[in-house]
């Protein structure tokens, strides 16, 4: 027998189909056409923008391909976030709809508004964090034919496997599948320019949000499990532990508390997932229309003038700490380094993380080009077409390389030296880790509309295919708690987990500790989804990259 079709398996008797609710209803004509008008507005105030702020920026259009290129990669990043609402949706709403607090449909919607509010109020870190996976020499080059190759390959492959597992009613991560892609990108990039595999990917940074995903279902299970056995400690009215009565609501209170949760993880889910769509549409942006998008052109002349006179101190204290960085012989004097060169070395630095002697002077060398060229230029926006490429990856190698260097301590700056890097550090970054509000806004409505469809496969599995009895108040609640609190934390420190993970894991925690008994079938096709996601999105991607850059 299939295993994988387990969860579409009838609910156990125990849990009483009388209590089941009502997953059938059609939405209203009210629904569709505001569904129909939301997603038309995007799609316009979407181009609006682009159309605009291309325009803004001056930038000459000698050719169609890009744009074309541009819109296609867009559609696809736009319809990852979309599969991602509607597979994700069941992480927020299955409680509320198995404890009758909200109807199906209107959980949906609510659910998909409080998603689109956790987007719009998203910090960008999560978003930024994704990207650093990603192969260097492609992140510097992503307006080229591999470039466009490599995000629509992770993309794609995110999305088949997103879809597959919908279909199959199984809650795998949209995080972990786009992580797996990212490295699988990284993997064949590698392999196909003869280097090994393990060298085209950041392991540090992937170790990092590893851990966030192989530690986020034992937080749910665990923390959930707690916290419903404190709540039979110290709250004592019975109406919290008992399934729900027919098709009735619960009581005020309980109904009230269930509707906070799955409100709390929406906002979250919204603020933590829409970053992985928003940093890789900056990624095509950056690529295709680097005039308008590879800087930050809204920075005030106020804060250009402080960006080169911390660009400045930060050149003069790396020349300072050139003969003591390491004790090796030979380094270079920083004046004697070209940009071209300083440019490789760091290049070479960030992608192996491996120290040299020439890695400081290269960096205080880059530091004080990126000076001088916004100083020539009076403020970043006035930085001409034909330079922009250059000064954004310069931005980008210095602050990719300061972040190693800080990790590893590998220069030995003293206290000063480190306090000037890091401010300059800061001034990169937020001179290129910028996210327009209209990018923000878009990625919100195809996340939130997406939570509105094809979201009954997964709500059943997590309400009805976990545990061998009815999810009660106190479970739902509990469940959806830790996992709102956990995604909520993992947004501060820019670590992006599995919203579905948690959730579920949350779900089964609860059952443990109520002793309702575990769906050993259902536990087993998850643990294989989770267990399988890494793998197959890896092979997808890479797979899908070496064809792509047949065509490109």
Known sequence: MNTLAAPHAEMPPASGAAHRPKLDAKPGPLTLITFVGLLAAGLLFTAWSLVGDVSASGAPTTTWVPYILLGVALLIALGFEFVNGFHDTANAVATVIYTHSLPPNFAVVWSGFFNFLGVLVSSGAVAFGIIALLPVELILQVGSGAGFAMVFALLIAAIIWNLGTWWLGLP???????????????????LMHGRDGTSGVDWAQATKVGYSLLLSPVVGFG???????????????????????????????????????CTGVSFAHGSNDGQKGMGLIMLILVGTVPMAYALNRAMPANETVRFVAVAEMAQSALARSVPTSLPAQGAAPQAAVQPEAARATLATYVRTREFSPAVVPALAATAGSIGDQVRKHGSLAAVPAEAVANVRNDMYLASEAIRHLDKSGAARFDADTKMRVLAFRDELDSATRFIPMWVKVAVAIALGLGTMIGWKRIVVTVGEKIGKTHLSYAQG???????????????????????????????????????????????????????????????????LYWLFTRIF
């Open 223 to 261: 923390c959930a499990a707690l916290l419903l056995l404190a709540l039979r400690a110290f709250v004592k009215n019975r109406a919290l532990y008992e399934e729900p009565k027919g098709s009735e609501p619960p009581p005020w209170w309980i109904r009230g508390l269930l509707i906070l949760t």
């Open 477 to 543: 609640a509990s469940a959806e708690v830790v996992a709102m609190i956990t995604i909520g934390a993992a947004d501060m420190y820019g670590l992006p987990v599995s919203t579905t993970h948690v959730l579920s894991s949350g779900v089964a925690g609860t059952m443990t500790a109520s002793g309702s008994g575990l769906q050993m079938s259902t536990l087993r096709n998850l643990a294989l989804a989770w267990v399988l996601t890494l793998p197959v999105a890896m092979l997808l991607s890479g797979s």
């Open 172 to 190: 795998a991560s949209s995080s972990h599948t786009l992580i797996g892609s990212i490295i699988g990108v990284g993997v064949a990039n590698a």
